[in-house]
T-cell receptor, first 113, second 111 residues
Framework: NAGVMQNPRHLVRRRGQEARLRCSPM?????VYWYRQLPEEGLKFMVY????????ESGMPKERFSAEFPKEGPSILRIQQVVRGDSAAYFC???????????FGQGTRLTVV | QKEVEQNSGPLSVPEGAIASLNCTYS??????FFWYRQYSGKSPELIMF????GDKEDGRFTAQLNKASQYVSLLIRDSQPSDSATYLC???????????FGAGTRLFVKA
């Protein structure tokens, strides 16, 4: 009875490196959402995906950030050439349908040094 | 710009009291509303959702929705120190596909 699984839980990258964050939704869920939470702040929507499709990426920075949800395998949030300001907790959530309750993974805490 | 607004707090209540958390949303097109609890350093946990005007009760929690006023609230009865957390209000938008979160209200329940 696995919930939303994110890995790694903690990720340390040097400035300029790439960060890859993975999210496996709950069984039966085909909708995946990525959120970013800066220290002492609320959740900020980044991107909403269904299998093989990006539905809404209005919260994604225009450069360096990309996301995918392939037919097979987990959803990936990719951050290229990371900077210190990318340090945050990145949460993935999944739902069975749009506009219904979403369940969160444990998050990936990215630290850029 | 669709927004969900919450008072950041902190809201401090004594043990056993009723904690009242409030939230407003800007887009009348939103149709589903959620309350999540987030302990420090942890992921958000869904505790209530409400779709229709009125009250919805689940144990010590009551969610209230007033679409005319674009207002959502969460009442926690018999507050316990273990209820101390940040409470996130969220609104789902049909057609917009994404759930918008407020910044959260910090609740402290004093023993």
């Amino acid at each position: 009875n696995a919930g939303v699984m994110q890995n790694p839980r903690h990720l340390v990258r040097r400035r300029g490196q790439e960060a890859r964050l993975r999210c496996s939704p709950m069984k039966g869920h085909s909708h995946v959402y990525w959120y970013r939470q800066l220290p002492e702040e609320g959740l900020k929507f980044m991107v909403y995906l269904q299998k093989e499709n990006i539905i809404d990426e209005s919260g994604m920075p225009k450069e360096r950030f990309s996301a995918e949800f392939p037919k097979e395998g987990p959803s990936i949030l990719r951050i290229q050439q990371v900077v210190r300001g990318d340090s945050a907790a990145y949460f993935c959530a999944s739902s069975s349908r749009e506009n219904t309750e979403a369940f969160f993974g444990q998050g990936t805490r990215l630290t850029v040094v | 710009q669709k927004e969900v607004e919450q008072n950041s707090g902190p809201l401090s209540v004594p043990e056993g009291a009723i904690a009242s958390l409030n939230c407003t949303y800007s887009d009348r097109g939103s149709q589903s509303f959620f309350w999540y609890r987030q302990y420090s350093g942890k992921s958000p946990e869904l505790i209530m959702f409400i779709y229709s005007n009125g009250d919805k009760e689940d144990g010590r929690f009551t969610a209230q929705l007033n679409k005319a006023s674009q207002y959502v609230s969460l009442l926690i009865r018999d507050s316990q120190p273990s209820d101390s957390a940040t409470y996130l209000c969220a609104a789902g938008y049909t057609g917009g596909f994404k759930t918008i979160f407020g910044a959260g209200t910090r609740l402290f329940v004093k023993a």
